[in-house]
């Protein structure tokens, strides 16, 4: 049986659960502000600190991505991993 790929330190993926739950909850909350009509400039600062936060949801996905499954593949030699977070940092920064 082939060994499991390494993945996420158990509270990093706890901390991003709980972020992108907060962030269903601003989403969700934009969407009452526009069926209620409300001020475009309002949605306009809502939608900022979403982006924001998704903005940070990423940087601590990668920062826990790359000292885990990426360091660990290293140390075992497989350089595949490095290569995978080559191209999605290069797709991330794309769509930035």
Do not use: F, W
């Not at 060994?3 to 901390?15: H, M, S």
């Not at 991003?16 to 009509?37: C, D, F, N, P, T």
């Not at 996905?61 to 885990?68: A, Y």
């Not at 350089?79 to 920064?93: F, P, T, W």
């Amino acid at each position: 049986m082939p060994a499991l790929k390494p993945y996420l330190d158990e509270g990093v993926q706890k901390d991003l659960q709980a972020r992108l739950s907060r962030i269903a909850g601003q989403v969700k909350a934009l969407q009452g502000m526009l069926e209620r009509h409300e001020s475009c400039n309002d949605i306009l600062v809502q939608l900022s600190a979403v982006k924001s936060a998704l903005n940070q949801v990423t940087i601590k996905l990668l920062e826990g991505h790359m000292e885990s499954c990426v360091a660990r593949c290293l140390r075992e030699g497989d350089e595949r991993e490095l290569q995978e977070l080559k191209d999605a940092l290069s797709l991330v920064l794309r769509r930035s």
